[in-house]
C-alpha cells in the first residue's frame, strides 16, 4: 500500500508564507517519485494553494466541514465547498475539535458521511487521552470511536483512519514502535471485522508528534501507511524528510 503523508498545518499561516511553503513542496514533488503527499492548510488558504498546487502530485485537504450540505451555518463551510475549491480529504475529529468544540463520534461520524457524500475521501481521528492511557483503556477507547465515527457508507477508496494518541500531540512525546504496532494491528482487525475484505484496504495513518527523527522507525511499523503530521508540517525541510521517509516505509 503507498503511504500518505499528510501534513496538517492547524491555524497556522498566512497568504504568502502558505503560498511558499506550498510552492516548494508541490515542485519537490514534481521533481521524485516518493509518497502520495497532502496539505491540509487553514481554511483561507484552500483556494489560493488550489491554485498552486494544479498540476503537481501534491494533494489538496480541508481540517474541518459541516454535516450539512447547506443551511443557516454561520461560519460553518460545508464539504461540497470544499470539493469545489478542489478538495479531495477532509480531516474529521480531530482531538483538538472533540476537545475544544465538544465533538462526538455520533457529529464525526455525520460528518464523514458528508464527505463522503460530497465525493471526498474523510480523514478520521481517533485516539485516547493520557488517563484513559494509564487506566489500561487504550485498546477500548479506540475501538468504541471507530466503531462509533466510522460511517456505514465508509469504504477503502473514501476513508482513512489516523490514529493519534491525545497525549502524544504537540507534545513531543511519542508511542513507541510497539505502542504504534499494537494499536494498529487492532484496528485492522476492528476495520476487517465491520468492512469486511474492504477493511484491508483503508489507509491507518499516525499521528502525534511525527517529526524528521521519528518518522522512519514509525513509519517502518507493520500496518502503519502513512502519518498525519501536525507541527512539522511547517518546515519545509522536516517535512520533506518525512515524505521521504513514507516513500521507503
Not at 98 to 113: C, I, L
Not at 220 to 237: E, R, T, Y
Request: proline letters at 3%; a negative charge.
Amino acid at each position: 500500500m503507498r503511504s500518505l503523508i499528510a501534513g496538517n498545518w492547524k491555524m497556522n499561516s498566512l497568504l504568502a508564507d502558505g503560498r511558499e511553503r506550498a510552492g516548494v513542496i508541490a515542485a519537490r514533488a514534481g521533481g521524485a517519485d516518493v509518497c502520495d503527499i497532502l496539505l491540509c492548510p487553514p481554511a483561507t488558504l484552500l483556494g489560493e494553494l488550489a491554485a498552486r498546487l494544479r498540476g503537481s502530485p501534491v494533494m489538496l485537504g480541508a481540517q474541518d466541514c459541516h454535516a450539512e450540505a447547506e443551511g443557516a451555518f454561520t461560519g460553518d463551510i460545508a464539504a461540497p465547498m470544499l470539493a469545489d475549491l478542489g478538495c479531495s480529504h477532509v480531516i474529521v475529529g480531530h482531538s483538538e475539535r472533540r476537545r475544544d468544540h465538544g465533538e462526538t463520534d455520533a457529529s464525526v461520524a455525520a460528518k464523514a458521511s458528508a464527505v463522503h457524500d460530497a465525493g471526498l475521501a474523510a480523514i478520521v481521528c481517533l485516539g485516547e487521552s493520557a488517563e484513559q492511557r494509564d487506566a489500561g483503556g487504550a485498546r477500548d477507547v479506540v475501538r468504541g470511536q471507530l466503531r462509533a465515527s466510522v460511517p456505514r457508507s465508509a469504504d477503502s477508496t473514501n476513508t482513512i483512519v489516523a490514529y493519534e494518541p491525545v497525549w502524544a500531540i504537540g507534545t513531543g512525546d511519542t508511542a513507541t514502535p510497539d505502542n504504534v504496532a499494537a494499536l494498529h494491528r487492532n484496528l485492522r482487525e476492528d476495520l476487517l471485522d465491520i468492512l469486511g475484505d474492504d477493511g484491508a484496504g483503508i489507509r491507518l495513518l499516525y499521528g502525534g508528534s511525527v517529526n524528521a527523527g521519528n518518522a522512519a522507525e514509525l513509519l517502518a511499523v507493520p500496518d502503519v501507511d502513512g502519518a498525519l503530521v501536525g507541527g512539522a508540517s511547517l518546515n519545509v525541510d522536516e517535512f520533506w524528510t518525512i515524505v521521504e521517509s513514507g516513500r521507503t516505509a
